[in-house]
T-cell receptor
């Protein structure tokens, strides 16, 4: 059964704590992404990775960090420097289609709440 | 800056009717446009992709148009069903790029 898994589904964190969100895929996709979704806003790109051991900042990378040590895994750490971390976090991977388009496959998401 | 606009107001229609959702964009020349479906508390699911040189694409009850002059895409669901109720996201992308820009989505409610 191929797909993307994220864990946990719900996560609560106290202010000042770092927390890591897990993302695993078995689709053999090279590219992986992390997005943040807030009510009334489009998905905003945090980080993306095109290949193992390489990743790039997205539009809102401040306060977040990632690693890509394996093709299947792309964990996201929300650090205490992120000023407003409460949000729905989505991980995705993509397949590169002929002609230059890529379609993204999303995980089920992790809802992070800072108490 | 690049901007995608989708109607923030929910669309309410009767079962069996055609739902039409709009996606407008500015300051961007996308190579392709995609539509995704998102159910509450879940990740988006890819529905259709249309390229800049295509005017229309169909898949079962779904139809997408892409007008690069108007900078607009229309997404149609014919013979709508209550199970079609969800939020629909528009997304734009560039050739060879790894950054897709997503709209905020339009919520569709189909009443039985």
């Amino acid at each position: 059964d191929g797909g993307i898994t994220q864990s946990p589904k719900y996560l609560f964190r106290k202010e000042g704590q770092n927390v890591t969100l897990s993302c695993e895929q078995n689709l053999n996709h090279d590219a992986m992404y992390w997005y943040r979704q807030d009510p009334g806003q489009g998905l905003r790109l945090i980080y993306y990775s095109q290949i193992v051991n390489d990743f790039q900042k997205g539009d809102i990378a401040e306060g977040y960090s990632v690693s890509r040590e394996k093709k299947e895994s792309f964990p996201l750490t929300v650090t205490s420097a992120q000023k407003n971390p409460t949000a729905f976090y989505l991980c995705a991977s993509s397949i590169y289609l002929a002609g230059g388009a890529d379609t993204q496959y999303f995980g089920p998401g992790t809802r992070l709440t800072v108490l | 800056s690049q901007k995608i606009e989708q109607n923030s107001e929910a669309l309410n229609i009767q079962e069996g009717k055609t739902a039409t959702l709009t996606c407008n964009y500015t300051n961007y020349s996308p190579a392709y446009l995609q539509w995704y479906r998102q159910d509450p508390g879940r990740g988006p699911v890819f529905l259709l992709l249309i390229r800049e040189n295509e005017k229309e694409k169909r898949k079962e009850r779904l139809k997408v148009t892409f007008d690069t002059t108007l900078k607009q895409s229309l997404f149609h669901i014919t013979a709508s069903q209550p199970a079609d109720s969800a939020t629909y996201l528009c997304a734009l992308g560039d050739t060879g790029g790894f950054k897709t820009i997503f709209g905020a989505g339009t919520r569709l409610f189909v009443k039985a």
